[in-house]
Each structure stands twice: as C-alpha cells, then as structure tokens.
C-alpha cells in the first residue's frame, strides 16, 4: 500500500472514530434476532463485569422511548401495529455495543408491571436496562427550576431562603426535606402560579398523523380540597409565544385548556372518567341548542421534569366553549353547599356559593335569582311556566343522571354543588356536571387521609335534585312530566346506558387502568394514596354498578 493511500485510510479512521464518539454508533435488529435463551443470557453476564455503558436513546418501531431520571424506559404499545410485541429495536450508544432480551413481550408482562430487561455487552462488560411498556399514552412536562423565595419557619424564627421552584410542583413530603416547617399559606400561592413549560404527548392511537405532539404552554395545579394531597392535579394552557394554541391532543377536542386528572382518592381510579363519560355519551348532546356540553377523559402516564408521576386521566375543562356562549348569556359554576336557591323565596338576592365565569355583567346575578325566584315558587296554578325557563331535555337529563351515579356531592334534598348553570338568551337554563369523583357509593370523608369513604353508600341510595325544575313539576304533579322522564330513561337504557354499552366501557377502563401495569406503578409511585388490590381489577365497582342499574330500573318504575 503505497503511502498517499495509507494516510487517506488513516485519515478515513480518526473520521470514523470522531463521529462514533461524537454522534454515536447506530444499530437496529428485528427482535427475533436479539431474544436469547437463560443459559445463553448468563453466559454473557457471566463473562463480563457490570459496567458504565452509554446509552443515548432507545427506539422500538422508530419511536423513541420515554426514559425517567432514574435511567427506566417507558414503551407505549402504538394500537394495531403489526410488530407492537416484536418490534425493530433501534438503539445509539457510544461505541460498538451489542443487545440481548431473553424475554418476549406479552399482556402478562405488561399488566404485572415486570420490567423488560435489555441486555446491552461488549467483550469487557455489560448492562442491564428495565423497559416497562404499557398500552397508555405517555405526557412529558418539563419547566424550569429557578430559585424563589419561600417563608420557612424554623425554632419560631422566620427567615427566607432559595428553594427550588421544582419543590413547589412536587410533593409537600418533599419540601419538608428542609427539616421545617413551610407556612401553608405561602406554599398555596405558590402552588397556584402558572409556571412555564413544555410538553410532549405520545400518542399511541392507530394511524394518527403525529404520534409525538409537542408544544409550550403554561401549567398550575388545579384542585381545591385535593391541593394538599400528595399527587396532584393540573392545568395546561398551550402557548404559541404569548398566544394560546389550539390543538386536538389525543383525538379531544381542539382547544389550548387541558386538565390531568390525578384520581388519587379514588382507590380504582374510574368514577370520575365513568361518570363524565356516561354524561358525554347519554346527555351532553341532548338540547335543543346543538351542542355538546359535557367532557371526556384519556387516561395516559405522566412524567414530570423526567420523574415518573403515575397514572393521569387527560382531559379539558368545562368552559364557555363547552355551552357556546352568546352575547348576554350568563354561566356560573356552583362551588358550595350554601341554599342561596331556597334563600330566593325570602327575596335574598345573595345567590351564595355562585362563580359568575363568563362576563361581568352587573345584572348576570338578578337573571340567576330570578330563574331559582321562579321555578320555587310556582304552585300547581302555574306550574307550566316552569317549561319557560327549562331545556326539557337537558333539565330530565341531569335528573336522571344526578341519581344514576348518586352524585353526593353534587346535589342533595335543597341545594346543588359542583354544576354550571347557563343562562341561554331564550332565557332557558342549561345544566352541565363536573367533579364526579364522590359518585357510586363513595362519600367525603374527614376520617379518611383521603378525605374519601370508598363504597360508604349501597347500590339503592339515592341522590333527588330537589331544586331541580325536573322535580318541581313532579311535586306539583304537571300532566306530563312523569311519562317524559320514564321515556327519557327508558331511551337511555335502552341506548347509550345500556347494561351492553356500561359493560363495555368498564372493560375498556379495566384495560386502561389495570391492564396497562399502570395502577400497579402509580401505586409503587405513591404509597400513601389510596387503593385496591390490582388482582380485583374493577370487579367490584362493575358488580356495584350493575346492582345500581337493577335497582334504578326498578325504581323508576313509579312514573310510569
């Protein structure tokens, strides 16, 4: 070889070698061709010493695998993909590296939540690496941790210092790691600021255009009574610069408001996705406006600042979108327990316990006093004019619904909580429904560190919107409400709440909660929160509902 050729092999070389190292080697295989049998695994390990081998990124199928701050990989399972369990592992490292799985993929490795153990060697050494997979959709939150100032007291002297804004959005466990004590009222403005960030969603549903949607946005914990419990919930605004940014986020609705719902006082998870989904499906488009004022959830897995935050049900807020809201419709959301509706009859114009959430007209209150002022105060001479003032549809609908899924903190025998009231320009109300957690037997609790009593009530209590001008025409025993809400609830059951279609969406929950390994990690992630053993599945709240739907059939009977 004569010497100009020999310095460009040379040269070819120290090229080669500078790329490896600086962009790493790049290997792919079928993962047929990396599965390895026990004896073959530990001769492998068995020859070399466990070491420091980098590892830039993982991909199985051309994805990218999500990776925590403890070095464990997350694969979501992408629907009807043809090698979802046998996928083309792809993988970067910095030097020559070679792969073994011993272990193939299946459901019961999935929902055991048994990590997949990758198995990464070179003539020296070797490292093993866990992958969980899971059959959910995967959320990245990243923000920045910038010091702020918190007030701490320590041996009863005040004094200020340097936390990281990350312990704000993380479990109060951990700011208690200073070893004092944290004035509550200055962890809870904090807790409530909007803080800048960034999110990455994986989408894992069946032939979507982007399986990895990315965006910048703004985020806060949402919550009132669940603020102080160690998982928490949040707020997503997604931003364009200083412009919100409307965007479909695993299939939703386009919008730039989304929630992460935590169900952490609910040990199975389900009652609130269940419920709300019962409503979207049965009632949400059932008015006479055209549209849909109800929610729906996903349930995905969240991981923050690359933390592995548990299971999370995605989902987007009730809103003036939600109602379409006109010029000079009013929308309130009802917060608390007071009467401030049977106060209308002592002609108290408080209305206590009412957000006004769209403008701030100064009269929006008189038209909410006068609709409560009149639907309670009619007698049976004019109770049809209660008609004048109700969606018939949705006013039967949120009746039936309030009592179906025992809404006990929703409504009661005088009052209701936890609703949106909109005023229409025809001057009609609509109801829509939110926090349905305390629903199917469970109830607030101040004996529980939860605040929750699971299954307290049996399948044949009943929740009645006393307040409701469903019932008041029932009281003032109107001609025709009886056979309208028998048929509306006989429609439903036969339609969108059929014992078919309830069972149907259980299951579909079951699979999301249980069968994704992710209710075994959120519980291995948080100790603390409530829950069942995982080998019961949703057995028991499926065996609840359906003595509830027995029960309410029979029921139901009487206005016929």
Known sequence: MDKKRLLVLIIFTIIVSSLAINFGFFSKTKYENILVDDDEWNEIIS???????????????????????????????????????NPIVKYKTFGKINLAIKENITEDLIEQNRPLELLFYNNNGYRIVNVYITTLPLVSLTYSTTNINVQIESDNIFEYRNIPNKTLIDKLDKIKNYKDYISYDVISTNLRENQPMSIKVFD???????????????????????????????????????????????GLRYDDDYVLYAAYNDAEKVRNVFASKLW????????????????????????????????????????????????????????????????????????LGYELVSNSSSIAYDYLYNYYKKILSAD????????????????????????????VDNAN???????????????????????????????????????????????????TFKISPAYRLVELKDSDINKLIYQKYTNLRENAWSDINIMKLIDKYEKDIYNSGAYIRDME??????SENPSLKLSKFKS?????????????????
């Not at 399986?211 to 919930?233: C, E, H, P, Q």
């Not at 609840?544 to 016929?560: F, Q, S």
């Open 544 to 560: 609840y509902v359906v003595e509830r739907l027995e029960y309410m059939d029979e029921y139901m009977k009487k206005y016929n």
């Open 204 to 250: 894992n549903r069946a032939d979507v255009q982007n399986r990895v949607i990315t965006s910048d946005g703004i985020f806060r914990y949402r919550g009132a009574s669940t603020l102080y419990l160690d998982k928490k919930g949040y707020r997503i605004n997604l931003k364009d610069g200083v412009d919100n940014l409307n965007m479909s986020l695993l």
């Open 525 to 530: 992630r948080w100790e603390s929160g409530g």
């Open 280 to 351: 979207y499906e049965g009632c949400s488009n059932d008015n006479s406006y055209g549209i849909t004022n109800g929610m729906e959830y996903k349930y995905v897995e969240l991981f923050i600042n690359g933390e592995y935050n548990g299971l999370y049900a995605l989902g987007y807020p009730i809103d003036e979108k939600s109602v379409s809201l006109d010029t000079n419709e009013y929308m309130f959301k009802k917060y608390g327990w007071d009467h401030s509706e049977l106060d209308t009859l002592n002609d108290i114009h408080d209305m």
């Open 413 to 463: 025998d005088e009052t209701l909580k936890n609703t949106y009231i909109t005023i229409k320009n025809d001057g009609k109300v609509l109801y829509t429904p939110w926090d349905l957690d305390l629903t199917f037997g469970n109830v607030s609790s101040s004996e529980n560190a939860l605040g929750t009593a699971n299954y307290y009530k049996d399948p044949t209590f009943n929740v």
């Open 380 to 407: 049976r001479s004019n109770a049809k004019d209660i008609y004048n003032y109700m969606d018939v549809d949705n006013a039967i609908d949120i009746f039936l619904f309030y009592n179906l899924i025992q809404g």
């Open 47 to 85: 020859n070399r010493v466990l070491s420091i081998i980098d590892i830039d990124s993982i991909s199985f199928n051309d994805n990218v695998l999500f990776k925590d701050n403890q070095n464990r990989y997350y694969y979501s399972i992408v629907e009807g993909e043809k090698r979802s369990y």
